[in-house]
């Protein structure tokens, strides 16, 4: 139990539509990071959120985007969904001088 | 930029046997170094870290890695395993921006399957 949630579990989505995924970090935790893990494949950096700023961004299109919220919510958004975007994405928080990320459980998202 | 290189996609092992999961990464400057497990269908557990320190690092559920900086290698092993030990085992090395660590840099993974 890392304390991080994620919503839906599993989701299925239709090429060319936009998705919102959600993330609950644990009480204090400032920083959220967002990685998508494509099937047999390690999980990959989109971004990461310090005090609801993007402090920095992987390798993807201006289509990935985010929120963070004050109350240690976050969404990931994907617009122009692509059959590639199909994945597992996992949220991950840490706290203020921490050295350890805690990870949810994920969103599989399935793209058709 | 950072990388992870996981030597072995799979490695099978009968029950009690001693394991190790190789890791090697390549970095310009000093990073953390994580192992992370994970089991069918959900996140990611944290194994050990390396942050600092003694080279040996000792984990959860009887796991150890040893730093070897020379070699640039973060290796995890285990002297005895059991079935449940069976997952998905992800090397990490992270950035470290502004004194804190920042984006983690996965390998692509090891299937650890043990068989009675």
């Known amino acids: 139990e890392t304390g991080v949630t994620q919503s839906p579990t599993h989701l299925i989505k239709t090429r060319g539509q936009q998705v919102t995924l959600r993330c609950s970090s644990q009480s204090g935790h400032n920083t959220v990071s967002w990685y998508q893990q494509a099937l047999g494949q390690g999980p990959q950096f989109i971004f990461q959120?310090?005090?609801?700023?993007?402090?920095g961004r992987g390798n993807f299109p201006p289509r990935f985007s985010g929120l963070q919220f004050p109350n240690y919510s976050s969404e990931l958004n994907v617009n122009a969904l692509e059959l590639d975007d199909s994945a597992l994405y996992l949220c991950?928080?840490?706290?203020?001088?921490?050295?350890?990320?805690?990870f949810g459980q994920g969103t599989r998202l399935t793209v058709v | 930029a950072q990388s992870v290189t996981q030597l072995d996609s799979q490695v099978p092992v009968f029950e009690e046997a001693p394991v190790e999961l190789r890791c090697n990464y390549s970095s310009s400057v000093s990073v953390y170094l994580f192992w992370y497990v994970q089991y069918p269908n959900q996140g990611l557990q944290l194994l050990l870290k390396y942050l600092s320190g003694s080279t040996l690092v000792k984990g959860i559920n009887g796991f150890e890695a040893e730093f070897n900086k020379s070699q640039t290698s973060f290796h995890l092993r285990k002297p005895s395993v059991h079935i449940s030990d069976t997952a998905e085992y992800f090397c990490a090395v992270s950035d470290l921006k502004g004194g804190s660590n920042y984006k983690l840099t996965f390998g692509k993974g090891t299937l650890l399957t043990v068989n009675p």
């Open positions: 959120y310090y005090r609801e700023e993007e402090n």
């Open positions: 991950a928080s840490k706290g203020q001088g921490g050295t350890e990320a805690f």
